[in-house]
């Protein structure tokens, strides 16, 4: 079973920056995308980044190109998302989740529901 832990949540001022990690446990090896999610209060859950477990690719929402950066570290099998520039709209909850599979530009719509595993969460708030 895979688990998925975030830590580095918090609270700063309109452009500043946090990094977000996401530690990951308990599965076999194999190909998955891993990615991060957000949810604001009253609003759908929605993509935010992927990437390939294999390396070499990504996929950003539109909303965070050029502020937000995923990466991974396969030897602490973690996952980290650096935001830059944060705005108050990133506000939310920030999901870790996985999902077997290839990289293939299916995933560029980064849905919510085709990942089979989540993290508890970790709130983002951004002040203006």
């Known amino acids: 079973q895979v688990q998925l832990v975030e830590s580095g949540g918090g609270s700063v001022q309109a452009g500043g920056s946090l990094r977000l990690s996401c530690a990951a446990s308990?599965?076999?090896?194999?190909?998955?995308?891993m990615g991060w999610f957000r949810q604001a209060p009253g609003k759908e859950r929605e993509g935010v980044a992927l990437i390939y477990t294999g390396g070499g690719c990504t996929f950003y929402a539109d909303s965070v190109k050029g502020r937000f950066t995923i990466s991974q570290d396969n030897a602490k099998n973690t996952m980290y998302l650096q935001m830059n520039s944060l705005k108050p709209e990133d506000t939310a909850m920030y999901y870790c989740a996985a999902a077997w599979g290839l990289c293939t530009s299916d995933w560029s719509g980064l849905m919510a529901s085709a990942m089979d595993y989540w993290g508890k969460g970790t709130l983002v708030t951004i002040s203006s």
């Open positions: 308990g599965y076999s090896y194999g190909s998955y995308m």
